[in-house]
């Protein structure tokens, strides 16, 4: 009858970690979305509010280390609910650097602001977008333990290093032609490497989530295409 207690108890914690996961990745979510509109509609105000906004995603990673390791230690858990709480730990990880990364752009957003825009923005919109979706993605592929949406995710991952290549080249000729635009066309070339990264951190979601249902370490490795 206890046995049967304690399983129940900890099914509950597991199911509780998994939401605390779900409401970090909700409030990432909306740094992204806040901090591309900052940039699109100049607003330093809403980047400000993003920065503001950060230490509460910080709190909630810290939050869900400290139950995860309260976990580990009261549970002792082993095969499958080890795998869950090992990758919950990855992941909260990487949803907290996503989140810092946001913050990174609203700085940048900041500075151009302070100067006319260098150019309309095409390219970086949708490279934004991508980004979004997959972060988006991989915690759907976490929540529903799909292995397939996860490496859909992993192979989007070229899309975003397609836009990056194109958006350098553009910015590489702006800063040639005229010294001038040098300081803000760094900087737009910033925002697009932190969303380069974020797509890297999404992967990272995504490769955990085939770990967890596979037990398969598919990072540094490459997967057959589809």
């Known amino acids: 009858m206890l046995e049967g207690h304690i399983y129940k108890t900890f099914d509950l914690e597991l199911k509780e970690l998994k939401e605390k996961l779900l409401h970090e990745g909700g409030l990432v979510e909306k740094s992204i979305n806040n901090a591309i509109k900052a940039l699109l509609e100049r607003n330093s105000e809403l980047a400000a509010k993003v920065i503001e906004d950060d230490p509460a995603i ?16 009261l549970r002792q858990p082993a095969a499958r609910d080890l795998r869950f709480i090992t990758t919950a730990i990855k992941i909260n990880y990487d949803l907290e650097r996503i989140g810092d990364m946001a913050v990174n752009i609203c700085e940048r957003v900041q500075e151009l602001n302070q100067e006319p825009q260098l150019k309309p923005y095409i390219d970086l919109p949708m490279m934004a977008e991508t980004v979004q979706f997959m972060l988006k993605e991989s915690l759907d592929a976490f929540v529903k333990e799909d292995v397939a949406l996860a490496r859909k995710v992993t192979r989007d991952d070229k899309k975003v290093d397609q836009f990056l290549d194109q958006i ?17 066309a760094t900087r737009v070339l910033f925002i697009s490497k932190y969303l380069e990264r974020m797509a890297d951190h999404a992967v990272n979601i995504a490769e955990l989530v085939i770990f967890l249902v596979e037990g398969k370490i598919i990072r540094h490795s490459k997967e057959p295409e589809e």
């Open 58 to 73: 910080n709190s909630i990673e810290v939050e869900i280390d400290e139950f995860c390791l309260k976990l580990l230690a």
């Open 168 to 184: 350098f080249r553009e910015l590489l000729t702006y800063m040639m032609q005229d010294m001038r635009t040098i300081s803000r």
